[in-house]
């Protein structure tokens, strides 16, 4: 434990620190579950193991279709904040040079439209819809790095730095039970100290909001 916090403390020393205990407190959200279920005693009547590790478990991780078997995953940042997004679940990657128009009315995680391949794309911030308490994420305006398109295209994910895509298998990924608070968290990748999403909840978020 003591090393895998000494190797945090390395990589984490350039985002902001309101980010980094973020990123920290999600990790530990996780792990917390990992260790709980871990160290549950075993019961020695048979037919009460089930029920008593149930009620000692709690809610159990959700593992998305995608990642039943090995999958790949696009990390990125933005904000100093630091994710992944399944490449099945990508439907292009346009350039942060494109012209935007802003729109009136809109949350801050709004980042305006673009154009891209004869769509309209609506732009998300996710460190603002992720973090709204947050007030010291940087606004970069219209400097963008790239726009990752997801689901059917109308929606985008601005970034400010792209990474080479990673190949996991699934038990490589510290899966989440779900937090109501957080259902977007489809995981944590311990060894990227990274957050995966989970794209379809997002869009879900994305248009309720």
């Known amino acids: 434990m003591i090393d895998?916090?000494?190797k945090r403390e390395v990589q984490l020393?350039?985002?902001d620190q309101v980010v980094a205990q973020y990123l920290q407190s999600l990790l530990s959200e996780v792990e917390e579950y990992q260790e709980q279920v871990a160290t549950v005693s075993p019961v020695l009547v048979q037919h009460e193991v089930k029920t008593e590790t149930q009620q000692q478990q709690g809610p159990q991780p959700v593992i998305p279709e995608w990642a039943r078997e090995r999958f790949q995953c696009l990390l990125f940042e933005v904000n100093g904040l630091q994710l992944g997004v399944p490449l099945c679940e990508l439907s292009g990657i346009a350039k942060g040079d494109m012209e935007i128009t802003h729109l009136m009315g809109q949350p801050d995680w709004h980042k305006g439209?673009?154009?891209?391949?004869?769509?309209?794309?609506?732009?998300v911030d996710i460190s603002g819809l992720v973090m709204p308490e947050q007030e010291n994420i940087e606004d970069k305006g219209d400097k963008l790095s790239h726009v990752l398109i997801i689901g059917?295209?109308?929606w985008g994910l601005v970034c400010d730095r792209l990474?080479?895509?990673v190949t996991?298998?699934?038990?490589e990924v510290h899966w989440s039970c779900r937090h109501e608070n957080r259902p977007w968290l489809a995981?944590?990748?311990p060894d990227q100290l990274c957050i995966l999403l989970d794209v379809d909840i997002l869009l879900t978020m994305i248009r309720h909001e």
Request: proline share 10%.
């Open 13 to 15: 020393s350039e985002p």
């Open 4 to 6: 895998r916090e000494k």
């Open 152 to 154: 059917d295209g109308k």
């Open 187 to 189: 995981g944590t990748l």
């Open 113 to 123: 439209m673009i154009e891209y391949r004869g769509n309209k794309v609506g732009m």
């Open 168 to 171: 996991l298998e699934p038990s």
């Open 163 to 165: 990474f080479s895509p």
